[in-house]
């Protein structure tokens, strides 16, 4: 229910026009006004009737839509500042300064996760007074930025595993992102003619178009099995397979997208793009497939070979 | 959202498959000298010696009614026991795929007499079963198959050869695809399913060398081959819609995915004892180094691996080092009365580099230590 209402949201504001307009620069105003004035943006916070699978079902969906308000981050901030009306987010700090912040330069809060990931800096962004702030870009044109961390920042510890909850979070996105790179494919396929029929009548085309909808399947169990582990005691692990499987799947996903598409999905004009950056950019954030991969592989040594069957055998 | 098709949920166990999981296990540990050569690939463990055991245990037929010898068990009991056995490298082969396929075809569509007869053997891990649908010019074309069977006095004759069925050479029946009707518009009619007696019956069984070395699949030649009446199962040309039946068992269940497990087992094994250095990480549990993880490249600034960074810095001024050098003797060789003149150099690492000649500094690809905000 609470996603039918933000997709309903999604649907009304978040087209083309939208995208572009954030890639230039423009703040979604409106976009982020209806998601905070239905209070989505605190329901991962304790009391807001919301649990974090919800939270995390609202990231998918807005991976779906690609929706350039930074949702995962918003959520995070307000369930651990205990909630804000402001636009908060969240970047990584790095040499004494907060880095890959989605819309810093928007935001009134930025909260800066330590290396470990285990304490966050809190900066109350004055923009009257213009803190120094960089502008930049991920590879899907979406806002990170850079901000200096101002003397006496106020140091959080955090209790909660805030790198498993953002990779996971990219991972979720991703898997939504990637159904709706599917469908866009699918529906080019049957309406681009070629040879005087649809291309998707070509069983190359529809080979691929399999390989696709497998990929898109296995990448949403995965990251699914990970939102359905978030109690339980194999939660990271859960989000490394998430994490490495859904960042596997986007590149093949992508790749045949554009394959597909031809020169067309090649263009700005089409929308496509969007989605198929998105996915490159997301899964080099919080963690990429080699990373997440090798952790796993060490927890697999750790289990033992013996012990390989049992843990899988035991898997929610 | 993802269309329904590609949305899987989560599946959770009912709690007594968990014991019967258990069960299982310990089964194996009794039965270990079985496992000698575990191997999930279930096609080459045939051990009847095995398969009985598992019989009298009720593990096979597990969801047949009782009067045929099976345990009106649940599915997932039987899922939860076959990925056990598949798991621990079992050797399941010889019963595999009358438990699978057959016995569930011959339940299905079987008159009661087949039932009452073929079932019971078979639940006792007694009696095996092979597949008989390829042959040499019909594989992704099944309904293109040839062989026919053609009613006379006494039963049916049977013409035509069938290629690829896994251990004819030692299994007891075979339920064969065969034409009854002649060819028409609809290549899908005039089909049916008989059952073949491979040790009885007269076929000729040739085993088929695979690039393993191995010998599992056979071709199986029917000439003149008479089999009694009572052996069509179902009804005579409702073979197409039946053998689509008994294809989906076939080609579900967990073998499909852990048909390759031992050599993963062993892959974690050998990983282990080995020590793989690309398995170690800076820190257990560490976040990556650098806000976008993965392997930098090149020091470009910004990047925050250090270490990398100066490994990367002191190779390339390695380089700039023999590429000055060599350039420059060049160079000294052909404008010999400009000994003192001195190239820009590219400040790395601290130390200058000074040639005798006009190279250009390659610090497009050095950053110097200052420049970069992670030195």
Known sequence: MLTDAAGRIFADLCDKALLDAAERGEFPAALWRALEGNGFHQLAMPDSGGTLADAFALIGLGGRWGVPVPLAEVLLANRWIGGSDRLATIGQVLDGRIVEAPWGRR????????????????????????????????????????LAIPAGAEWVTLTEPAHAYLALARAVAMAGCLGRILDLSLQYANEREQFG?????????????????????????????????????????????????VGEAAGVVAEIAHQVHGAMGYTHEHQLHHFTRRVWAWRDEYGNETYWQRRLGRHLIRTGADGLWPLLATRG | MRPTVLQFDRITLPEETEALRVEVRQFLQDNA??????????????????????????????????????????????????????????????????????????????????RERY????????SYFSIGMSEPN?????????????????????????????????????????RTEPPSDNRHAGLSQIIIDLREDGAVIRPIRNMAGGEDFNEVVFEDVLVPEDRVVGEPGNGWQQVTGELAYERSGPERFLSAFRVFVELVRVAAERGDPAL?????????????????????????????ARRLKRRWSRRWETISRSCCRRSRASRPTTPSRRCPGSTVSGRRWRTRCCCRPLSRFVAAPGKSSAA
Not at chain 1, 218 to 226: F, H, I, N
Not at chain 2, 119 to 124: D, S, V
Not at chain 2, 154 to 173: P, V
Not at chain 2, 290 to 308: I, K, L, M, V
């Open chain 2, 33 to 114: 000298e079985h496992l000698s050569r575990p191997n999930s690939d279930f096609t080459t463990g045939h051990d009847p010696a095995f398969s009985r055991k598992l019989g009298q245990r009720g593990w096979i037929g597990m969801t047949w009614p009782k009067r045929y010898g099976g345990g009106e068990r649940s599915f997932f009991d039987r899922y939860v026991v076959t990925e056990e056995l598949l798991a621990a490298g079992a050797p399941v082969s010889a019963h595999w795929i009358a438990d699978r396929q057959s016995g569930n075809l011959i339940l299905s569509v079987g008159s009661e007499a087949q």
């Open chain 1, 107 to 146: 935001a009134h809060l930025v909260l800066g996760l330590d290396a470990d990931r285990s304490a966050y800096v809190l900066v109350a962004r004055d923009r009257e007074a213009g803190a120094p702030l960089e502008s930049g870009r991920n590879m899907a044109g979406e806002a990170r930025d850079a």
């Open chain 2, 280 to 308: 170690r990480l800076p820190s257990a549990g560490s976040p990556p180094t650098s806000p976008r993880s993965g392997a930098c490249p090149f020091p470009w600034p910004g990047c925050s691996n250090r270490a990398r």
């Open chain 1, 197 to 245: 029929r649809p291309i998707a009548r070509f069983q190359a085309i529809q080979h691929n178009l399999a390989v696709m909808a497998g990929e898109v399947a296995a990448a949403g169990r995965a990251a699914d099995a990970a939102v359905d582990a978030l109690d339980g005691d194999r939660f990271e692990l859960e989000v490394a397979v998430a994490k490495a499987r």
């Open chain 2, 119 to 126: 079932l019971p053997p078979i639940a006792r891990g007694e």
């Open chain 2, 138 to 178: 019909s594989g992704s074309d099944l309904a293109s198959v040839r062989t026919r069977a053609e009613r006379v006095e006494g039963g049916w004759l049977i013409n035509g050869t069938k290629l690829w069925s896994t251990d004819a050479h030692r299994n007891h029946f075979m339920i064969a695809l065969v």
